[in-house]
């Protein structure tokens, strides 16, 4: 399966963020998966793929090219996809994905699993998203998701296959249903 993972390209100011990227690569290289990332080698970004790499897994990386003139894409990729933009990136790293991850990350990284989102919600994606809330990182999110659901805004159907979830335990379990049945839970 191809799991895209959304995260900042910098480490953020809590140590657990690198710890619990570098776990996340650990798993998804061991576990025969493949990494689909925005391409770059720096922050929590660079430490995720080089996790995966280091446990023997497969990398892409899909970055834009004005990335790639600033020399921030991670070399020992497994394959690099140059896009000429970052709205190419996204729909790329979309059309890769079998489950998207949105980690701990800024306002790119919440563009982008917004995207996901409203992807879902309008039954134009049939994959898993998952929020890795960690520490309780998008709880605030998920409180935002239940607002609009009780204003009806939004409603529990539409927001079908949006996981918070804690830990990488809970990830597996989810992601583990989709490879043992074929779809997401």
Request: a negative charge.
């Amino acid at each position: 399966m191809n799991i895209t993972v959304y995260l900042g390209a910098s480490e953020g100011s809590d140590p657990s963020l690198k710890k619990a990227v570098q776990e996340l690569g650990t798993w998804i290289g061991k576990s025969g998966n493949h990494l689909v990332y925005g391409g770059s080698k720096t922050g929590l970004m660079g430490a995720l793929a080089e996790s995966v790499i280091k446990s023997k897994g497969k990398v892409i990386g899909v970055e834009p090219q004005f990335f790639i003139d600033a020399q921030v894409q991670y070399e020992a990729v497994t394959k690099l996809i140059a896009t000429k933009d970052i709205t190419e990136r996204k729909e790329k790293m979309i059309e890769l994905g079998d489950a998207f991850i949105a980690f701990p990350g800024g306002t790119g990284t919440l563009e982008e699993i917004s995207e996901i989102i409203s992807k879902l919600s309008l039954k134009q994606l049939d994959a898993p998203c998952i929020l890795y809330n960690l520490n309780g990182y998008y709880d605030h999110l998920k409180g935002l998701l239940e607002h609009m659901i009780e204003m009806g805004l939004s409603s529990v159907e539409r927001q079908q296959g949006i996981y918070f979830l804690d830990n990488l335990q809970q990830i597996k379990e989810v992601l583990g249903g989709i490879k043992e049945h074929g779809k997401y839970l």
